[in-house]
Nanobody
Framework: QVQLVESGGGLVQAGGSLRLSCAASGRTFGNYAMGWFRQAPGKEREFVAGISWIGVSTFYADTVKGRFTISKDHAKNTVYLQMNSLRPEDTAVYYC????????????????WGQGTQVTVSS
């Protein structure tokens, strides 16, 4: 079984920063990509950032490119999402997930999900 547990969400003012963590257990990193998604109230869950299983390749949604950075620590079985220059429109529940492709960006390319962590950005 695979378990993913996110942490690090909270309330921050616009322009501020947060770092989300996703602790993984079970058959996780092995040969799998990892990703972050977010879902705002009344909206579809959308891709935010991904990282290949080796950790060399990273890929981002255009809306966060240049502001967010995804990384992984194999020794700690943890994936991070560093979020800088936060905007009110970044407010959402953020989920980490395990990907099944090389550079997965679609929701159906991810098979295990965490429970999510709330990020709220005030203006």
């Amino acid at each position: 079984q695979v378990q993913l547990v996110e942490s690090g969400g909270g309330l921050v003012q616009a322009g501020g920063s947060l770092r989300l963590s996703c602790a993984a257990s079970g058959r996780t990193f092995g040969n799998y990509a990892m990703g972050w998604f977010r879902q705002a109230p009344g909206k579809e869950r959308e891709f935010v950032a991904g990282i290949s299983w080796i950790g060399v390749s990273t890929f981002y949604a255009d809306t966060v490119k240049g502001r967010f950075t995804i990384s992984k620590d194999h020794a700690k079985n943890t994936v991070y999402l560093q979020m800088n220059s936060l905007r009110p429109e970044d407010t959402a529940v953020y989920y980490c997930a395990r990907g099944t492709g090389v550079r997965p960006t679609a929701r159906n390319e991810y098979d295990y999900w965490g429970q999510g962590t709330q990020v709220t950005v005030s203006s």
